[in-house]
């Protein structure tokens, strides 16, 4: 169905930034971006009535990775990457919670866990995490006082990692230990917070809308043409901001979907609240406000998903096997699975997102691998930053 007059003219006129993608990151650049520009026309196109990705489907840990996570980091890229890897994710939390607020985020202060096993993995990961916890604790603990510290309710001095021995009894682990700073949101009122801050601020947000390519202001004229099932839409900038499925629009960008499942189980006995980490974040699960538990990962499985949105009834269900052996070894005797998912990761080689820009007036923010929830809002503030430095003059309307 071709765009009539009153489209054209109104509803789908040209606007100064185009946003593809309205997870964490798209949200959130739309934001900043208005704040600094009121003028501008900001749309935002989506595909999925939500959104497909991480956004509506994740775990919620307002995390910054586990002690185990870390020494593979640091081994892969060494110190100084690994630390802004951490300094990246607090500072994306402080974003978010600055923008959002911590009410409307069902936000809670909880603490994290993370618990080593008593198999023999479990027990050398845990002597490896004993050893390095000085300089872990001497390298991650003013980073968390100095980002983080007006908003977490606790001294200034807390460590990042403390040993929890009681926490390893209760689940019967080698070893646990205790991080602080970290806390649970709710992921369902975080995104319910952002469509109504979107409303607020006026900016247009078209849900059911793929995007299948973008051209050129040189071939298309003065804008960036956005192609869509419904026509061509024009914009001034281009923000990407599809995160694992950004090679269908920007093939040389090194980021590729990756999928994690997720359960929602009824314990005989609930665990402590918090949020846990395990099996060097592969796995992980927390505490829900009704009285079950989140439990999911399991990239580590090595279990094959096709390509959204087609789906492997199979493959899913060996993966949910895999999952409930997990919940059950960790939490005791489950009562039910009440909730089964899928969510979309954007993965690349190493951890660390990709921000930039392709061309003038194309800008991308993607690759947020499993802490979109910590980074995004992070991003999207560069991201918009990056965009309005741009000179390139806004549209006349
Ligand atoms: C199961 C799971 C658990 C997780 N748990 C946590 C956690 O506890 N803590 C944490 O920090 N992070 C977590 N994450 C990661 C986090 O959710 C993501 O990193 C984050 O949501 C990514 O946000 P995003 O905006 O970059 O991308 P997304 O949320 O993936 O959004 C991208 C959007 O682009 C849309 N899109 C794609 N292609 C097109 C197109 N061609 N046209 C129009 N729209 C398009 C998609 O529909 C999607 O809605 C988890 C992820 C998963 C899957």
Redesign the pocket.
Known sequence: MPIGYWESEHLLAPADLTI?????????TALHYKAQHPAQQVRI????M??????????????FGGPGEWLDDLKAIGASRWLDLIRM?AE?LRALVELLGEEALGLEWSGGWELFDRSEAGVARACEVEQALPELNAAVQPLMASILGHLVPHPMDTPALVHAPERAAHFEAHAAIHLPWEG?LH?GRMVAAFHKALHAADIQCLNG????ATVPPEVAGDNWSIQ?ARGPLLSRSIAL??????Q??LPMAAVVPA????LVVSPQQMPPAG?YHIENGYL?F?TLPGGQVLF??GRHFGIELPPFPDSDSAAESRWDTLLEEAATRWLGPLDAVSHR??????VGADRE?LLGSTAPGFHH????????????CG??LQLAGNIGRETRPPLQQ
């Open positions: 593809i993608g309205a997870g964490i990151v798209g949200m959130s196109l989506e595909r999925d939500l959104g497909e990705g991480g956004t509506t489907r994740n775990a919620g840990f307002a995390c994710r994306g649970m992921t809308c793929t995007v299948s869509t901001c599809t995160n694992g499925f950004a269908e629009i999928p994690n499942r997720v949020a992980y927390r999911g990962g998912w899928t969510g979309w990761l954007g997102p923010a993607v690759r947020m691998g499993g802490m979109g929830v910590a980074m995004g991003l999207g």
